[in-house]
Structures are given as structure tokens and as C-alpha cells.
């Protein structure tokens, strides 16, 4: 199970820090991966993370102004998001993702086996 915890209401330039919390260790051969829905767009996946590997993978769309981490006593992955856009508004879920290969990929489909309930992150002035 994933707990997302974090966002709010901020203004533009600021920063917030998401948590995705897992209620069990996360497995070697999983990837957790930070998406993003704005309301009426597709979702999308913006930054993932294979703790077990170290690879990360991030958007075109936040590359430079998201980090992605965990902390494995938290058993969490984190995204660290500065210098946020009004088009950043959106809810974000976390979701665990098999994964075989060493670079984690941030798509949807049958390999996302658990998703989080969501936190909305909105970015205005």
C-alpha cells in the first residue's frame, strides 16, 4: 500500500517536498514512480526511481527542478519539486512498478501493480 502526504498550495518559484510512503519494503525488482494529473490531460509520469540500482528518470517537463530520493529506514520516496510552475497544478500519485530493467521508465500499463490515493499540488499567486 502507498501513501502519498506533502502537497498544498504555494506560489510560483516556491517549493514543496512530496512523500510516498510504502507500508512494506520495497522490492529490488520495483521502480516507484511519481505521476502527475492535471484536470483534463492524460496522466503523466514525471520522475521515477530504482532504489536497488540507484537509476533515476525524470520528465522533460521537470528535469532540473524535481528530484527524486528515498530513505529506506522511512521505507519513502520522495520528490523534492523547487521552482514551481502554475502549470505544475496537479494531483500526484505514487506507484510501485515492476521493473527488470536498470533504467526505471515512468509509463502505465500491467507492470504498476499499486498506486497511491493522490495529493493535489496547486501553484498559484
Known amino acids: 500500500r502507498l501513501v502519498e502526504s506533502g502537497g498544498g498550495l504555494v506560489q510560483p518559484g516556491e517549493s514543496l517536498r512530496l512523500s510516498c510512503a510504502a507500508s512494506?519494503?520495497?522490492?529490488?525488482?520495483?521502480?516507484i514512480v511519481w505521476f502527475r494529473q492535471a484536470p483534463g490531460k492524460d496522466r503523466e509520469g514525471i520522475a521515477c526511481m530504482k532504489a536497488s540500482v540507484g537509476s533515476r528518470n525524470y520528465a522533460d517537463s521537470v528535469k532540473g527542478r524535481f528530484t527524486i530520493s528515498n530513505d529506506r529506514d522511512k521505507n519513502t520516496v520522495d520528490l523534492q519539486m523547487n521552482g514551481l510552475k502554475p502549470e505544475d497544478t496537479a494531483v500526484y500519485l505514487c506507484?510501485?512498478?515492476?521493473?527488470?530493467?536498470?533504467?526505471?521508465?515512468?509509463?502505465?500499463?500491467?507492470?504498476?501493480?499499486?498506486w497511491g490515493q493522490g495529493t493535489q499540488v496547486t501553484v498559484s499567486s
Open positions: 506507484a510501485a512498478r515492476r521493473s527488470a530493467q536498470f533504467k526505471c521508465v515512468m509509463s502505465q500499463g500491467p507492470s504498476i501493480t499499486d
Open positions: 512494506e519494503n520495497i522490492r529490488d525488482d520495483y521502480a
